[in-house]
């Protein structure tokens, strides 16, 4: 299958620093990427879908001036927590939807733990 | 009423045992229909991928769509503990937006 590598894989930062989490499709191209946060034992929750040269559209409830999501080409989406809190300690996943084949399928990354102390 | 519906278990099974997940839907558009598996602290992996109704065969998995009672199933043949893991069924209608059941958490006891 497709493969969508999410960098970094862990990352600890101190409160009130940003972190940027990098998605890439690897081998095909993504007009769509999703970002999704997962805490423990739960489902995924998404948080924004991102497209392609356009602002990315946030669900309800996530503040897109907290979470800022750039999808500058077709193989690259990028998550930035900025002025991190202990509360944005998550699980953080993106996933990627391929441009052609497929169109339903849906790959993800490798997922990003975050912790802020 | 949520979109998708999954038994969250615990399901434990000894190994050997075929495996049954199945999860339930509302929306008759759906027509892209997916089962992941995923390990503690990974990203979801792609098992299966369905496009409308039927069977789909992989190995020791098989996927089934009924749309006309908005069920989806994965059957696990002869499970592994390596097969222990958490399973999320999701499904879609355009492509464009997906929705995940709960996951169901699998334990095979060697």
């Known amino acids: 299958g497709a493969v969508v590598s999410q960098h970094p894989s862990r990352v600890i930062c101190k409160s009130g620093t940003s972190v940027k989490i990098e998605c890439r499709s690897l081998d095909f191209q993504a007009t769509t990427m999703f970002w999704y946060r997962q805490f423990p034992k739960q489902s995924l929750m998404l948080m924004a879908t991102s497209n392609e040269g356009s602002k990315a559209t946030y669900e309800q409830g996530v503040e897109k001036d907290k979470f800022l999501i750039n999808h500058a080409s077709l193989t690259l989406s990028t998550l930035t927590v900025t002025s991190a809190h202990p509360e944005d300690s998550s699980f953080y996943i993106c996933?990627?939807?391929?441009?052609?084949?497929?169109?339903?399928?849906?790959?993800f990354g490798e997922g990003s733990r975050l912790t802020v102390l | 009423q949520k979109e998708v519906e999954q038994d969250p278990g615990p399901l434990s099974v000894p190994e050997g045992a075929i495996v049954s997940l199945n999860c339930t839907y509302s929306?008759?558009?759906?027509?892209?229909f997916m089962w992941y598996r995923q390990y503690s602290r990974k990203g979801p992996e792609l098992l299966m991928y369905t496009y409308s109704s039927g069977n789909k065969e992989d190995g020791r998995f098989t996927a089934q769509v009924d749309k006309s009672s908005k069920y989806i199933s994965l059957f696990i043949r002869d499970s592994q503990p390596s097969d222990s893991a958490t399973y999320l069924c999701a499904m879609s209608s355009t492509g464009n937006q997906f929705y995940f059941g709960t996951g169901t958490s699998l334990t095979v006891i060697p």
């Open positions: 996933s990627a939807r391929t441009l052609a084949g497929n169109t339903g399928e849906l790959f």
């Open positions: 929306n008759s558009a759906f027509q892209y």
